[in-house]
């Protein structure tokens, strides 16, 4: 009963999850808009239902989130420029050409392009990653019989642990801003989570069913 009272004086607060996400999956708001949502809402939870905020504290937060976008986008800002550097010099077409000289199984192209991505993730922050490598690849790895779907599957899962590779996993500055604590500290305390994304990232690799289960089921194709 407590617990529901709890719930009840604070549903507003509870809501907001659900028209986050609501607003993306019901394809009213790109993850873009959805955060703009987000702020608004939470500045009308906030300020006319808590009644919690004031100038002052919208005035600090957005401080921090003024430092705390200062940091990740310096290193964006040199991600960006490395990135332009490998177009300019077509490593992309060259990596892929490798790849296919290497070998035509598809598995062996799929791990090395998992491979390139961890490594690529330690210097490139992950939408230059994505623009630079996904026009070159998605030929590639057509060719050699992976299916789209399942190929975008491993892309999102290998960038997002990309994002967590020293020395410039851009996650690992936003957690060492938020916490307060060294990123040496955090690189550190990242490793075993790393460990286990990576096992859930092959198994995806070699049980293409797990990412085309869903697709199947609704008939996609």
Not at 5 to 33: A, H, Q
Not at 46 to 56: C, E, H, P, Q, Y
Not at 108 to 120: E, G, H, K, P, S
Request: include cysteine; charge should be neutral.
């Amino acid at each position: 009963v407590i617990f529901l009272k709890i719930c009840f004086r604070n549903i507003f607060s509870l809501l907001t999850p659900f028209i986050i996400l609501g607003s993306i999956y019901s394809g009213i708001c790109t993850p873009v808009e959805a955060s703009i949502v987000a702020i608004i809402w939470s500045l009308f939870v906030g300020g006319v239902i808590n009644r919690a905020l004031n100038a002052k504290k919208i005035y600090a937060a957005l401080l921090e989130g003024a430092m705390l976008c200062g940091v990740v986008l310096l290193i964006v800002g040199a991600s960006t420029l490395f990135g332009k550097i490998l177009t300019i010099e077509q490593a992309p077409q060259r990596l892929a050409n490798i790849f296919l000289s290497i070998s035509q199984d598809k598995y062996v192209i799929l791990l090395l392009i998992q491979a390139m991505l961890f490594l690529l993730g330690m210097f490139l922050e992950t939408l230059a990653t994505l623009i630079i490598l996904v026009p070159v690849l998605l030929p590639v790895v057509i060719h050699v019989g992976v299916d789209p779907i399942h190929f975008g599957i491993i892309l999102v899962v290998s960038n997002e642990i990309a994002l967590l590779t020293p020395p410039l996993g851009v996650n690992l500055f936003v957690s060492s801003r938020i916490a307060n604590i060294p990123v040496e500290k955090v690189a550190v305390g990242v490793l075993p989570y790393i460990i286990v994304l990576l096992f859930c990232s092959l198994l995806i690799t070699f049980v293409p069913q797990i990412s085309l289960f869903l697709p199947h089921f609704f008939g996609y194709f």
